[in-house]
């Protein structure tokens, strides 16, 4: 294993530290925010991108900006139901299970997001110590082979970010 293999597996035992102590409603909102977020942002880019000039730079800046926005109102609603349940959660058993469901939640959402950082490394390096690193990295080759099912999420302005760039 190389170094990126422990800064990787840090990372995602850190998502998964966090889901547990955050519980399962707020983790799944976190999850369901990013996905709702990437497709809605994926759909209405083009659109607010236009407002900013129609480049590559305004597209991609109206995607992120659409991604923030999306995944905040998400994390919102599910804090207002988190604070609905939070009475049943109270419970012995319903808060353990809660906290368990938390944790796988977060592993999930940490091998997501890591899958996703990974693709856009892997396809415009940044460093040659981060692609060799890639390289040779069990856990990034893994993440990348589970990169594949988010790829047709990305909007085409995310995936041209090599001619901006």
């Avoid at 609603?77 to 353990?96: A, M, Y």
């Amino acid at each position: 294993m190389v170094t990126l293999d422990y800064i990787l597996l840090g990372i995602i035992l850190l998502w998964a530290i966090l889901g547990f102590r955050r519980g399962f409603l707020s983790t799944l909102g976190s999850l369901v925010g990013i996905v709702l977020a990437i497709v809605i942002a994926s759909r209405f880019y083009p659109i607010v991108g236009d407002w900013f000039g129609g480049t590559n730079v305004s597209n991609i800046v109206a995607f992120i900006m659409l991604f923030g926005v999306v995944t905040k109102l998400i994390s919102i609603v599910f804090w207002i139901l988190g604070k609905v349940f939070e009475v049943v959660t109270i419970l012995p058993f319903i808060s353990s299970f809660d906290k368990m469901l938390g944790l796988i939640l977060g592993f999930a959402q940490g091998l997501f997001m890591l899958s996703a950082i990974l693709y856009f490394l892997s396809k415009y390096p940044l460093n040659e110590w981060l692609t060799d690193q890639m390289g040779h990295s069990i856990v990034s080759a893994t993440l990348l082979k589970m990169a594949v099912v988010l790829i047709p999420l990305f909007p085409e302005a995310i995936k041209k970010l090599k001619s901006v760039i």
